[in-house]
């Protein structure tokens, strides 16, 4: 059976695809939907298409299916074990505790905005008509695209890498974001007045470039900026900027659109101290390997997939998800049986002097102290062989079985004698 912790995209739809007779997966969600920020957008991409149908067809599809469990306003209190043999707990509401038994565990827990009202230079939360992306495409799903007074907009300025350097990252999305949006606005208002205010256009893709110079040819202005201030300005949004030759032009607008930088849940850290996980530079889970394990981690069985790993579209979001649930899959099979690494660490206990040491070194949280015989304690069951606990124990108590020096040396001696 799976945990999967997190009802978003990357969350729904690993569940579909790991969800089996016989296997089980729980859905444990904090909030009373599913659907996660994909859920609240007014249109996907392809630029502009609104078909606000394909996530809800497989929100119903997780609530059909007989074999996933979904526990809404619920959190994951512990999860212990290894892989094939995790024990969790989940916290639902009224303090009743959910006792599970899982082999594997996906973390798709999303990620959160960055908050543009920290400061007063893009007027979030003090101009009025000043949004984000997001509540943008709320807005548009519920009473359409109006200002304060109750009016349409007949010009907007969507601002681009709002916290870049704050955060010290590009989050990669924001301006395919902004670009649906503009094209979104133009649909909606042939006439509005639309000016992008981008740092650097991320457009990498073919069809990036073609959307980028339809929008021109529909009136949107792109210009270059190295910094945009919002203001207010009588009955309009006032947006300073500097230009790429250094000089101040500002414009004013009926709305100014900000698009955040993205940032780690706000339960990352949380459960990354749960499962003994580390973070990345930037707060994200730590995958394994960038290019050959981005969804795995340094605890086997558990996986990390959609934006908790990083910045990512749903596309890319789903891709990966689809990796880590064919690895699942391809392991996790019931009636086969897990074989553990062989070559692990082992404690001389009459060696060892309690210094715990190999506890702070390990990375897969396999070591632990016995506080009653004074020693540390190696579970090979997670044990991955990796030598971190043998290289730093100042005793020497610690040595990696089958790898030791006299076997190593054996090996040597036969190797010179098979060439003679």
Same mark, same amino acid.
């Given at each position: 059976d799976v945990l999967i912790i997190g009802g978003g995209i990357a969350g729904i739809e690993a569940a579909l695809n790991l969800a089996a007779p016989e296997r089980k997966v729980y859905l444990v969600e904090k909030t009373d939907k599913l659907g996660g920020v994909?859920?609240?957008?007014?249109?996907?991409?392809p630029y502009g298409k609104l078909d606000p149908a394909i996530i809800a067809e497989k929100i119903v599809a997780v609530g059909d299916n007989e074999n996933i469990e979904i526990f809404f306003n619920s959190e994951v209190a512990s999860?212990?074990?290894?892989?094939?043999?995790? *024990?969790?707990?989940?916290?639902? &509401?009224?303090?009743?505790?959910?006792?599970?038994?899982?082999?594997? =565990? +996906?973390?798709?827990?999303?990620?959160?905005?960055?908050?543009?009202?920290?400061?007063?230079k893009w007027g979030y939360g003090k101009v009025d008509n000043v949004f984000t992306a997001l509540e943008l495409e @709320?807005?548009?799903?519920?009473?359409?695209?109006l200002l304060k007074n109750g009016s349409s907009p007949k010009s907007v300025?969507?601002?681009?890498? =709002?916290?870049? @350097?704050? /955060?010290?990252?590009? $989050?990669? /999305?924001?301006?395919?974001?902004?670009?649906?949006?503009?094209?979104?606005?133009?649909?909606?208002? &042939?006439?509005? @007045?639309?000016?992008?205010?981008f740092r650097n256009l991320g457009a990498a893709n073919p069809g990036d470039v073609e959307y980028i110079e339809r929008l021109e040819k529909k009136g949107v202005v792109f210009t270059m900026t190295t910094d945009v201030k919002i203001s207010p300005e009588?009955?309009?949004?006032?947006? %300073?900027?500097?230009? @790429? $030759?250094? *000089? *101040? !032009? $500002?414009?004013? +607008?009926?709305m100014a659109v900000l698009a955040p930088a993205i940032i780690p849940g706000i339960d990352t850290q949380k459960i990354s101290e749960m499962l003994d996980l580390p973070l990345g530079e930037f707060g994200f889970f730590e995958e394994e390997? +960038?290019? %050959?394990?981005?969804?795995? %981690?340094? /605890? !086997?069985?558990?996986f990390i997939v959609g934006c908790a790993q990083g910045p990512k579209n749903i596309v890319d979001s789903v891709g990966q998800t689809l990796a880590a649930s064919g690895n699942i899959l391809a392991r996790l099979i019931p009636g086969k049986k897990l074989h553990p690494e062989v070559k692990v660490s082992e404690v001389i206990e009459s060696l060892c002097t309690g210094c715990q040491t190999c506890v702070t070194v390990c990375s897969y949280g396999a %070591?632990?102290?016995?506080? *009653?015989?004074g020693v540390s304690v190696v579970n090979e069951a997670i044990c991955r062989?990796?030598?971190n606990c043998v290289g730093s124990c100042p005793s020497g108590a610690i040595h990696s079985k089958h790898f030791t020096e006299k076997q190593l040396h054996q090996e040597v001696i036969e190797a010179i004698v098979s060439r003679i």
């Open positions: 994909a859920g609240q957008l007014y249109c996907l991409l999860v212990i074990g290894f892989f094939g043999n995790f *024990e969790a707990v989940v916290a639902k &509401p009224a303090g009743e505790n959910i006792d599970l038994k899982i082999g594997s =565990v +996906v973390i798709a827990t999303g990620f959160s905005i960055f908050d543009p009202g920290q400061t007063d @709320e807005k548009c799903k519920k009473d359409g695209i300025a969507l601002v681009h890498c =709002v916290g870049r @350097e704050d /955060v010290g990252y590009c $989050s990669g /999305v924001c301006c395919k974001s902004l670009l649906k949006i503009a094209g979104s606005l133009k649909e909606k208002y &042939p006439d509005i @007045e639309v000016h992008e205010l009588k009955d309009a949004v006032k947006a %300073t900027y500097t230009t @790429e $030759s250094g *000089e *101040e !032009e $500002s414009i004013l +607008v009926d390997h +960038v290019s %050959t394990g981005s969804f795995k %981690t340094s /605890v !086997e069985g558990v %070591t632990s102290y016995d506080e *009653e015989r062989g990796c030598g």
